[in-house]
C-alpha cells in the first residue's frame, strides 16, 4: 500500500512541471515525526510586496494515504512568509521537525480572490493546491484576499486547553458598551460544566464600581453555579500584528497594546490587587468588530486566556508596588506563550443561524396547553428554533407508557410532565426561558386542583392548545368572550387522528374567538375514525387495567407537528398586519408507490 501511495505521488508532482513559476526543491520525503510524506517547492509572483517575496518557498504535505485525506501547503521556516493573513493558520508556531511553519493556507474554502479552478481536485490534488497557492499568494502580495464584501473572520487563536469561555453580545449590547466609559474592570464567570470547563459570563464591574453590565440568560445559567472572578479589558480594535495574526506571547500581546495606545502593564497593574489570591484567572480581552471586512463596527467579541498565579503576599511581603515589580519580572515575561482559551458569542442570533423562527416570533409569549407527545415535540421544536419564553401546563405524570413517542426519558418517570418538560427545554437553549405550571382546566380560567390559584391567559401573545380537548377550546373561547385575550392574540389548536393519518389545525387571530366550526369539522372526522376503527384492538398502556391510548409512532407525532410549527408560523407572519381572522387546516398523510409523501393540505375551512 505505501509503494502505491509513494508511486502516485511520483505520477503527480510531474505535473508540477507544467507550472513554470513553480520549481521543486526537494522531491517526494516521508517525515517521521508527522508522519506525512511532503514535497519541498518554490513559487515565483509578479509581484512582491512589504510581506510576500518575489520568490517563496512551501512544503506540500501529504497524508499517508494519498491520493485520500488532505493536502495541506506551509511556509519554509527559513525563506517562506513570516507574516500571517486572512484565510490561514497562525504562522508563529514551527512544525517540531523545524522544517515548516504551521501558516497552512486555506485553499479549499470558497474564496473570491482565489479564482476559480475546478473544485473536483481528484484527478490531481498536488497540482490543484498548488494553483490554488499560487492565487493565494497573488492575493496576498496585492492585499485582496479580502474586500468589503468579504464576511469579517477572526485570525487564529492557539488554544492548548480545552476549556470554553461563552458570552452574548449582539448590536443592542454594542450601544450598551459605548455608554460605559471605563475600559477595564472585574468579571463574574459562572462554572456550568466541568472537564472540559465551560465559563459564561454573567456581569462586567467597572473599577470605579459605577456602572456594572449584567448579561441576560435563559433560565438555566440561573441556577446556583459555582462563580469565578476574572479580568476584563475592552480594546477599540481586534488586537493583531504581522498583518493578521493574534498574539501569541505577552510581548505580542503587549505590542498590540501599545499600538492602541494602551499599556497592558497599567491595565494588569489596576486589576491585580482583586486577583492575588493564588489562584489562575481568566482574562477576558474584548473588542468591536464588523460583519463584513471595512464596514463599520457592530459587535463586541471577547476573547478569553488564563493569566498565571500572580505573586501572593506570603511570598513577597511588602507593598502592592513591590509585588507588581516581581510580577513583571518574574511572572509576566515576555517570552511566555499566552494560554488562549476557546471563546464562543452564544447571543441568540449567533446560535440560532443554522435555523430560526422569524424575528416576529421568537420573542413573543406563548402558553403551550398540554405537554403529552404533541405538546413535548411542539415545545421543542420552538425551542430549538429560538423561541425564548413559554410557558408548559399540563397537570399529568409521566409514565413508562409515555416512553415511546414523546421527549422526555427514563429518569423523568413518576413526575410531572410539564416540570421536567420545562427543565429539559432550559437546558437546549442558554436564552429559553420556560416556565412550568402543574394546572388542571376545571373551570373558565386555568387553575391548580387544591389551590384554585389562576393564570392571567391575557399576558400571552401566542396560545397553543395540544391537549386534544375539545373542552379545552370551548373554556378558551368563554375565556375569551368574558374577560378577552391580549390584542392581536394567536390561538392555535393542534391534534391528530388515530395513526396520525390526518392533523387537525385551528388558527385564530381574534378576540373574541369562535371554534365551533372548528370543532364541528374535526368531528366529522372523529366520526370516520369510529367506523374505520370500530373493530380495532386499541394497544393497551402497560398492564393492568386495559387503558386504550390512540396508536401513533414517534416518527409520525415529528412529521405531523413540524408541519403544524410551519402552519403557524405562516399564518402570524401572512397575518401580521390583519387585526382578525381564522384558518381550519386539515392536512393529511400521504404517499407515492407505498412511500411516504409528507403530509398535504387536504382541507381549508
Request: with cysteine; proline share 3%.
Amino acid at each position: 500500500m505505501e509503494s502505491e501511495t509513494f508511486e502516485r505521488i511520483k505520477q503527480d508532482r510531474r505535473m508540477i512541471d507544467s507550472l513554470s513559476n513553480v520549481q521543486i526543491l526537494k522531491d517526494t520525503c516521508w517525515d517521521e515525526h508527522c508522519k506525512k510524506w511532503y514535497l519541498k517547492i518554490s513559487i515565483e509572483i509578479e509581484q512582491e510586496s512589504e510581506h510576500i517575496p518575489k520568490i517563496t518557498n512551501w512544503y506540500i504535505v501529504l497524508d499517508s494515504n494519498y491520493p485520500n485525506g488532505v493536502v495541506e501547503i506551509f511556509p519554509d521556516v527559513e525563506n517562506g512568509i513570516t507574516a500571517t493573513f486572512q484565510h490561514q493558520s497562525n504562522n508563529f508556531p514551527i512544525e517540531k521537525n523545524e522544517l515548516w511553519k504551521k501558516g497552512k493556507l486555506c485553499l479549499n474554502t470558497d474564496i473570491s480572490s482565489l479564482k476559480f479552478i475546478n473544485t473536483d481536485n481528484g484527478s490531481n490534488p498536488i497540482l490543484w493546491n498548488i494553483k490554488r497557492a499560487i492565487n493565494w499568494l497573488t492575493a496576498a502580495s496585492t492585499n485582496s484576499l479580502v474586500n468589503n464584501k468579504s464576511l469579517f473572520e477572526f485570525p487564529e487563536y492557539i488554544e492548548d486547553n480545552n476549556d470554553l469561555f461563552v458570552f452574548s453580545e449582539d448590536e443592542m449590547s454594542f450601544t450598551q458598551w459605548k455608554e460605559i466609559d471605563e475600559k477595564y474592570g472585574i468579571a463574574w464567570l459562572g462554572i456550568y460544566k466541568e472537564n472540559p470547563k465551560i465559563y459564561f459570563v454573567k456581569s462586567f464591574d467597572t473599577t470605579a464600581s459605577t456602572s456594572t453590565y449584567v448579561v441576560e440568560w435563559g433560565d438555566f445559567f440561573k441556577q446556583n453555579f459555582p462563580i469565578e472572578k476574572a479580568a476584563w479589558i475592552l480594546l477599540d480594535e481586534i488586537p493583531v500584528l504581522n498583518v493578521w495574526q493574534s498574539p501569541c506571547t505577552y510581548e505580542e500581546l503587549e505590542q498590540c497594546f501599545t499600538r492602541q495606545c494602551i499599556s497592558l502593564e497599567k491595565c494588569l497593574d489596576a486589576l491585580s490587587p482583586e486577583l492575588r489570591d493564588e489562584k489562575e484567572h481568566i482574562l477576558l480581552i474584548g473588542f468591536p468588530i464588523p460583519k463584513y471586512y471595512g464596514s463599520k463596527n457592530e459587535n463586541i467579541t471577547w476573547k478569553a486566556l488564563w493569566l498565571p498565579k500572580l505573586t501572593n503576599y506570603k511570598r513577597v511581603r511588602d507593598n502592592e508596588k513591590s509585588l507588581r515589580q516581581f510580577d513583571k519580572q518574574f511572572v509576566f515575561k515576555s517570552e511566555m506563550p499566552l494560554n488562549w482559551i476557546k471563546s464562543e458569542n452564544w447571543n441568540l442570533s449567533q446560535i440560532s443561524q443554522r435555523g430560526k423562527l422569524n424575528q416576529e416570533i421568537v420573542f413573543k409569549k406563548t402558553l403551550i396547553i398540554g405537554a403529552g407527545c404533541v405538546g413535548s415535540t411542539l415545545s421543542e421544536l420552538l425551542v430549538r428554533a429560538g423561541m425564548c419564553d413559554l410557558t408548559i401546563i399540563d397537570n399529568d405524570n409521566f409514565m413508562a407508557g409515555n416512553l415511546c413517542r414523546h421527549t422526555l426519558g427514563l429518569i423523568d418517570i413518576g413526575n410531572n410532565k410539564s416540570d421536567q418538560l420545562s427543565e429539559r427545554l432550559n437546558r437546549i437553549n442558554p436564552h429559553t426561558k420556560v416556565t412550568s405550571l402543574n394546572f388542571m382546566i376545571n373551570s373558565d380560567v386555568i387553575t391548580t386542583a387544591d389551590t384554585n390559584q389562576k393564570i392571567d391567559l391575557s399576558l400571552f401573545d401566542i396560545i397553543i392548545d395540544c391537549s386534544g380537548s375539545s373542552k379545552v377550546l370551548k373554556l378558551l373561547e368563554e375565556y375569551s368572550a368574558k374577560t378577552g385575550f391580549k390584542e392581536n392574540i394567536i390561538l392555535a389548536s393542534v391534534s391528530l387522528s388515530l395513526e396520525a393519518q390526518y392533523l387537525y389545525l385551528g388558527l385564530w387571530k381574534s378576540n373574541p374567538i369562535c371554534v365551533n366550526t372548528f370543532i364541528n369539522i374535526i368531528s366529522e372526522y372523529f366520526n370516520q375514525d369510529e367506523l374505520k376503527y370500530s373493530e380495532y384492538e386499541f394497544p393497551r398502556d402497560g398492564t393492568g387495567c386495559w387503558t386504550p391510548t390512540f396508536p401513533a409512532r414517534i416518527d409520525d407525532i415529528w412529521s405531523i407537528v413540524s408541519t403544524a410549527v410551519n402552519a403557524i408560523e405562516t399564518f402570524i407572519i401572512s397575518n401580521s398586519f390583519i387585526p382578525s381572522t381564522s384558518d381550519i387546516l386539515i392536512f393529511e398523510k400521504t404517499f407515492h408507490e407505498n412511500y411516504f409523501n409528507g403530509y398535504h393540505l387536504k382541507r381549508v375551512g
